[in-house]
């Protein structure tokens, strides 16, 4: 059952991924002149942005797998030459990193073909050009890491390493704002469409990957196979290069940058300001577990060294909110700008289930092996549950409220609708919360090498599921109190009373919710976890 669901789902974002391109694609080609050059530029935009991912995809796997995986220690005492385990790590890593990249770009590629009505040369040079671009990337993520544990210290390689991936996140997004989408669907821009078609025209660097990558398929889809191979051939030259240089690299430096990975870690941040004194209003046993579970999130650098990625995130939020151009659209101002605001509400939201996701769900499991040790102390599985909640709720509480208020004063909004975020948002972030640990609870994983990874898993989809489903439940049951209530502000009307109680109604409804989303599944997380345990 639990395949039968998450195939069910994946074919369906498969699915609607490939019904999207298509309709896309075929719009395109539908316009003159300039058509298809919107679709090539579409396609290049596509190959950076995949190439990126797979990048930092790449990066984090191969880390993981090459350095911090628990059983290298018994396989480098194996009789086995250290690049040889290398590459087979490295191949290991390569599929890893790379596999669901390519599920999900395959619409977009097949999509080409059936619009381009391309033969069977099209879909093998797809097929070169992924395969090229997968191993292009774990190589060089390889080579960086690698090269990385050598110089830097061993104690503070996962901290930089999490930077570096923040740095690919930041140049993810700059290279989208250099491709300038908003060129496909703007030209007013332009003095003219000279201007404008030139600056759809502009070629990338004949130095990247992904350039040949382009060139290939374009060659391909304008018709002429040999060149299309011929571009291919280029990348796969380069690929079969850098897989002989990376096992050369690793023969020279692997084993070394291993051995340093096993001495002592050092703490970057100092803990002396956590302690029993700073939480003394608190019982013993819950000030105990509290003090116990904030320690532990520091003393992990791949955890808090992620609340700089979070702060870029929030910022990039903010920043579309500031740059949205409302005054162009045919929408009258006020109703747009209650309108954004009332659907940021939901986006914000989902925005904090993936943050949540990443930080609160896998609590439980990272306990590890030393959950014997919480369930054999006086406290009850059910105030463990809770001190987790709350060591978690407040800070995604004030996550979730800074979104929420200045983007609302950056749409300027009525204080109908401030409000109403805010209150909104209030009561929702516990129950999604509660469902991160509820569920977290519910399906631990204590022997994940990486306990965020858990959020992938059976409970991580069904989490996933539940909270978007309870966010949209909420939206909708909103949604027509809230558009009354508006419409009667802006045009100076009262509503009747028959309006008042449909409104009262619907908002006690999404209070009941609110409250059943607290209180089931951590009742639910308490009980698997206690039968998980005795």
Request: hydrophobic residues 55%; glycine residues 6%; aromatic residues 14%.
């Given at each position: 059952m639990k395949l039968l669901l998450i195939s069910t789902i994946g074919l369906v974002f498969w699915a609607g991924l490939f019904a999207v391109s298509?309709?896309?694609?075929?719009?395109?080609?539908?316009?003159?002149?300039?058509?298809?050059?919107?679709?090539?530029?579409?396609?290049?935009?596509?190959?950076?942005?995949?190439?990126?991912?797979?990048?930092?995809?790449?990066?984090?796997?191969?880390?993981?797998?090459?350095?911090?995986?628990?059983?290298?220690?018994?396989?480098?005492?194996?009789?086995?030459?250290?690049?040889?385990?290398?590459?087979?790590?490295?191949?290991?890593?390569?599929?890893?990193?790379?596999?669901?990249v390519i599920i999900y770009t395959l619409p977009v590629f097949i999509s080409y073909g059936i619009v381009y009505r391309s033969g069977f040369f099209f879909y093998l040079d797809i097929f070169l050009v992924l395969m090229s671009l997968s191993i292009t990337a774990s190589a060089l993520s390889s080579i960086l890491v690698m090269s990385a544990v050598i110089v830097i210290p061993a104690s503070r390689m996962r901290s930089v390493f999490i930077f570096i991936s923040l740095f690919f996140f930041v140049a993810l997004y700059i290279a989208i704002r250099f491709l300038r989408p908003e060129l496909l669907v703007d030209p007013e821009i332009f003095d003219s469409i000279l201007v404008y078609i030139t600056a759809l025209k502009t070629p990338s660097s004949p130095f990247l990957p992904t350039t040949w990558a382009f060139d290939s398929i374009k060659a391909i889809l304008s018709g002429s196979v040999a060149d299309g191979m011929f571009h291919a051939g280029i990348s796969l030259s380069f690929t079969g290069t850098l897989v002989f240089a990376i096992i050369i690299v690793a023969d020279s430096i692997y084993f070394k940058g291993f051995s340093k990975t096993q001495s002592a870690q050092v703490r970057l941040i100092k803990q002396s300001w956590i302690g029993s004194n700073f939480f003394k209003f608190l019982p013993a046993q819950v000030r105990a577990l509290a003090v116990k579970e904030i320690k532990t999130f520091f003393r992990d650098q791949t955890q808090w060294s992620q609340l700089f990625l979070i702060a870029a995130l929030v910022v990039i939020y903010i920043y579309n909110f500031n740059v949205l151009p409302i005054e162009k659209s045919p929408i009258k101002t006020i109703y747009l700008q209650n309108l954004l605001s009332f659907l940021n509400m939901g986006l914000a939201l989902f925005?904090?289930?993936?943050?949540?996701?990443?930080?609160?769900?896998?609590?439980?499991?990272?306990?590890?092996?030393?959950?014997?040790?919480?369930?054999?102390?006086?406290?009850?599985?059910?105030?463990?549950?809770?001190?987790?909640?709350?060591?978690y709720y407040f800070p995604l509480l004030i996550l979730a409220e800074i979104l929420i208020i200045v983007t609302n004063i950056l749409l300027n909004v009525t204080i109908f609708?401030?409000?109403?975020?805010?209150?909104?948002?209030?009561?929702l972030v516990p129950g999604i919360v509660a469902m991160g640990i509820g569920l977290g609870a519910?399906?631990?994983?204590?022997?994940?090498?990486?306990?965020?990874?858990?959020?992938?898993?059976?409970?991580?989809?069904?989490?996933?599921?539940?909270?978007?489903?309870?966010?949209?439940?909420?939206?909708?049951?909103?949604?027509?109190p809230v558009y009354s209530i508006l419409m009667a502000d802006i045009n100076g009307q009262t509503l009747s009373i028959l309006k008042w109680v449909w409104i009262t109604v619907s908002f006690s409804i999404a209070f009941t919710l609110s409250i059943l989303a607290i209180i089931l599944p951590m009742n639910f997380g308490e009980k698997k976890l206690s039968k998980l345990s005795t």
């Open positions: 298509l309709r896309v694609l075929s719009y395109f080609k539908g316009i003159e002149d300039i058509g298809d050059i919107l679709a090539l530029k579409l396609l290049s935009m596509m190959l950076i942005i995949s190439f990126v991912l797979l990048i930092f995809s790449s990066i984090l796997t191969s880390l993981s797998k090459l350095y911090l995986s628990r059983d290298l220690l018994l396989v480098h005492s194996l009789p086995v030459s250290s690049h040889k385990i290398f590459t087979a790590r490295w191949i290991d890593s390569t599929i890893d990193s790379s596999w669901m925005v904090l289930t993936a943050i949540t996701g990443r930080f609160a769900y896998p609590a439980v499991s990272s306990e590890r092996n030393a959950f014997w040790i919480v369930k054999s102390s006086p406290g009850t599985i059910k105030k463990f549950l809770w001190v987790k909640f709350f060591i609708m401030m409000i109403l975020s805010i209150v909104t948002v209030f009561f519910a399906y631990p994983d204590f022997k994940a090498e990486n306990p965020t990874q858990t959020v992938t898993s059976f409970g991580g989809l069904i989490f996933m599921i539940l909270c978007a489903g309870y966010i949209g439940i909420v939206i909708v049951i909103e949604a027509g």
